[in-house]
C-alpha cells in the first residue's frame, strides 16, 4: 500500500510505516550476521577472522548500492509527494538504467583493485585466500544487491515499507539455509557463505519486481519513459553521487579502521568483526528512524509543507535518542553473552577485544542516533552535498584517530576512532539541517 505523508498527523504516519523498516533492516543485516554466525561456529576463528578482515569491503560495496538507491528514490518520493505520477514513472525508469551502470561500474572496479586492496589492507597471509574469494564473490553479484535496495527504495519512498520486509524475511531464511547446506553438506567453506547471500539477494530482488509489476499497474513504464534526458538523469545523480560517496567514505573509514586493526593477528581480527555485527544490529532503530525521516521530509519538502518537517525531525530526534539510551544500557548488561553467540568455543581474547570495543563505542549511541535524523532530513530536502561533506569529515576523523590512536594504546585506539567520528557528524549535520531548513523556507515564501 502506498501512502501519502503529505496529509494527517506525521507520527501517525511515521511510526506504522517504521515498524516494518525496521524489521527490514534487522532481517538485512541477519544476512551477514547469519554468515558470521555459521562461519564462526562450524569452521571457526581463523574463517571467521577471513570473512571479518574484509567485512568493511562487503559494507562499501552495500553501501554503495544503498546510497545509489535511496539518493534516486528520493526524486521519486518528492514527485510522489507533488502527486506528478508521469515523472514518478519516468523517476523509476531513470533509476533502473542508472542502476546498471552503477553495477557495471562497481564491478569492473573491484576486479581491478581487490588484489592491491587486500594488501593494503594487512590481511594476514593464512586469510588471504578465503578473504578473496568470499570478497569476489560478493562483488559478482553485485545485480542482485543493487537490485533489491533499489526496488525497495523506490517502494519505500511511495510510502510502501511492509512488502520489501516480507520479501527480505523470506530471503533471510533462504539464506541461513543456503549456508548451511554449501558449508556443512558440500564442505565449500567461506566461499559457500557468499554464494548462499548472494543467491539470496537476488530471490528478494526478484520477488519485489514480480509484486511490483502485479500490484501497481499505474507504476508500469513505457518506452516512452526510458527516452532520458540529460535534465533528467543529472536530477537523479546529483542526488544518488553524493548519497553513494557519503557512504562510500563512510565505507572507507571503517575499511581503514579495519586495516589498523589487522594489524593485531586473528583473535582481534575476530573480536572486532564480531562487535561491528553487534553494533550494526544494535543500531537498526536508529537507521530506520533516518530512512523514514528521509522518505517523510522527502514527500513534504514537494509539497512544501515545512512545518511538518520541523515536527517531525524534532519528535525523530527524541524517539532515536531514547532508542540509543536502550540499546547502550543493553549491550553494557549483556555484551559478553551476545558475544558467545557467534563462536562456538570463543576463547578469552576474542572476548576481551569484542568487549573492549564495545563499552567504549556504547556511550556514544546517542550522539550517533542523531547523525542518522539530522543526516536523512537534509537528505530528504535535496541538500545532498551536506551528508557527503560530513561523510568526508567522518573519515578524516576516524582514520586520524584510528592511525595516531592505535600506535599509543593498541586496539584500544582502534575503538576510540568511531565515537570521535560521530561526534563530528552530530555537530555539523545538527548545524546545517537548522540553516538549510531556515533558506529554504524564506525561498518559498517569497514564490508564493
Known amino acids: 500500500m502506498l501512502i501519502n505523508m503529505t496529509e494527517g498527523r506525521p507520527l501517525k504516519l511515521m511510526l506504522p510505516f517504521m515498524m516494518p523498516l525496521l524489521l527490514g533492516n534487522v532481517f538485512q543485516q541477519l544476512y551477514n550476521i547469519a ?11 581463523a574463517a571467521l577472522a577471513s570473512v571479518g578482515a574484509v567485512a568493511p569491503v562487503f559494507m562499501l560495496q552495500i553501501g554503495m ?74 562483488s559478482d553479484g553485485m545485480a542482485a544487491m543493487m537490485s533489491y535496495n533499489l526496488l525497495a527504495a523506490i517502494m519505500r519512498s511511495l510510502g ?38 548472494v543467491m539470496a539477494q537476488a530471490l528478494s530482488a526478484i520477488l519485489c519486481a514480480i509484486y511490483s ?18 535534465h533528467e538523469m543529472w536530477q537523479h545523480l546529483r542526488m544518488g553521487l553524493p548519497m553513494a560517496i557519503q557512504f562510500s567514505v563512510l ?11 589487522n594489524r593485531f593477528g586473528p583473535d582481534t581480527i575476530a573480536g572486532f568483526t564480531t562487535s561491528m555485527r553487534i553494533e550494526q544490529l544494535a543500531t537498526q532503530p536508529m537507521i530506520t528512524f533516518g530512512i523514514s525521516m528521509a522518505v517523510f521530509t522527502a514527500q513534504n519538502f514537494g509539497a512544501r509543507c515545512f512545518d511538518r518537517i520541523r515536527w517531525a525531525v524534532r519528535s525523530c530526534s527524541m524517539l532515536s535518542a531514547i532508542f540509543a539510551v536502550c540499546a547502550a544500557v543493553l549491550m553494557f548488561n549483556f555484551g559478553p553473552e551476545i558475544i558467545g553467540i557467534f563462536l562456538d568455543h ?4 576474542v572476548v576481551a577485544a569484542a568487549q ?16 542518522f535524523v539530522y543526516r536523512s532530513a537534509v537528505q530528504g530536502m535535496g541538500i545532498s552535498l551536506i551528508p557527503m561533506f560530513s561523510g568526508m569529515g567522518e573519515l578524516l576523523m576516524r582514520s586520524i584517530a584510528a592511525a595516531f590512536l592505535a600506535d599509543i594504546y593498541g586496539f584500544l585506539g582502534v575503538c576510540l576512532a568511531q565515537p570521535f567520528a560521530w561526534i563530528f557528524g552530530a555537530i555539523f549535520l545538527f548545524g546545517s539541517y537548522h540553516y538549510f531548513i531556515r533558506v529554504l523556507e524564506k525561498r518559498s515564501q517569497l514564490l508564493r
Open 65 to 138: 548500492t544503498i546510497g545509489f538507491s535511496n539518493g534516486f528514490a528520493v526524486v521519486t518520493g518528492q514527485r510522489y509527494g507533488a502527486k506528478d505520477m508521469d515523472g514518478v514513472r519516468r523517476s523509476i525508469a531513470t533509476c533502473l538504467v542508472l542502476g546498471v551502470f552503477m553495477v557495471l561500474g562497481i564491478m569492473l572496479i573491484m576486479h581491478l583493485i581487490i588484489g592491491g586492496m587486500l594488501a593494503l589492507m594487512n590481511v594476514p597471509a593464512g586469510l588471504f585466500e578465503n578473504s578473496r574469494s568470499y570478497v569476489m564473490i560478493i
Open 251 to 261: 565505507g572507507i573509514g571503517i575499511l581503514f579502521v579495519q586495516a589498523v586493526c
Open 160 to 197: 510502501d515499507s511492509r512488502t520489501p520486509l516480507y520479501f527480505l524475511i523470506v530471503s533471510s531464511v533462504v539464506n541461513i539455509l543456503l549456508a548451511l547446506l554449501f558449508i556443512i553438506k558440500f564442505g565449500w567453506g567461506v566461499p559457500g557463505s557468499a554464494v548462499a547471500l
Open 356 to 371: 573492549m570495543y564495545i563499552s567504549h563505542t556504547v556511550p556514544f549511541y546517542f550522539v550517533l542516533s542523531q547523525t
Open 35 to 45: 554468515d558470521i554466525i555459521i562461519v564462526g561456529r562450524t569452521i571457526g576463528v
Open 213 to 230: 509489476y502485479v500490484k501497481f499497474p499505474e507504476l508500469h513504464i513505457g518506452r516512452g519513459d526510458f527516452r532520458l534526458t540529460r
Open 346 to 349: 570463543p576463547n578469552e581474547d
